[in-house]
């Protein structure tokens, strides 16, 4: 695959999702050769299922996320998120549209979280798509018909950006990172894709 057509073959499912709440009953990912050699892997024995953890793993876990307030309540969220996180990222900093986590040394900000309403979410693809290529991307159903999960990887020269967007009814959760290097990518990667924000709601 081009990056073109990685780009076009994500684009197209979102849109789809978002516009005509059509998605996979499978799961669906597509990557360039690119993604496979930052994280040391040959392109053919790629794929975004090696970083699931399908079992409990040391040093990471499920940490509860309390949203700040002026989201959770307009959402009507009446229980914590949970996002999956290496026991070394404890600083968690909440500020007023936006959840930062940081790195051990409590200074760089690995992750930034933010709650938002599917219409604006949608609004932001808009501009998301027409400045960014996707090298790469996932997609798992969480749970049908509500919970879903999209992580896509956005190359830009020596870095990758990695976005999650968690989907439950009209409620899109967001997650920013990016990676410099094999290490960070493969947290980054292993940390979005084990999240599941919305697993105090799937277990209900």
């Known amino acids: 695959m081009t990056q073109t057509t990685v780009n076009s073959y994500f684009q197209q499912l ?9 998605f996979p009953d499978t799961t669906v990912e597509a990557s360039l050769p690119s993604l496979a050699a930052k994280i040391n892997t040959p392109s053919d024995k790629f794929s975004f299922d090696n970083f699931i953890h399908s079992s409990q793993t040391p040093s990471w876990s499920l940490k509860p996320l309390n949203l700040p307030t002026k989201d959770s309540s ?17 600083k968690i900093e909440c500020l007023e549209n936006a959840c930062q986590i940081y790195d051990e040394t409590g200074n760089t900000v690995k ?23 996707v090298c790469g991307f996932v997609y798992y159903l969480i749970q049908p018909r509500d919970f879903h999960q999209f992580i896509c990887c956005i190359e830009e020269g020596n870095r990758l950006w ?14 920013k990172a990016d990676a410099t290097d094999t290490r960070s990518l493969d ?18």
């Open 74 to 90: 307009r959402f009507g969220l009446d229980a914590p998120v949970f996002v999956y996180l290496p026991a070394q990222w404890q």
């Open 14 to 22: 979102i849109s789809d999702f978002v516009e005509k709440g059509i």
């Open 162 to 175: 990695i976005c999650g967007f968690y989907t439950a009814g009209d409620k899109i959760l967001v997650t």
């Open 111 to 133: 992750q930034t979280i933010y709650l938002i309403d599917k219409h604006k979410w949608k609004e932001t693809l808009i501009q998301f798509f027409s400045q960014k290529q």
């Open 187 to 204: 947290l980054q990667l292993t940390s979005l894709i084990n999240s599941n924000p919305w697993y105090g709601y799937t277990q209900k």
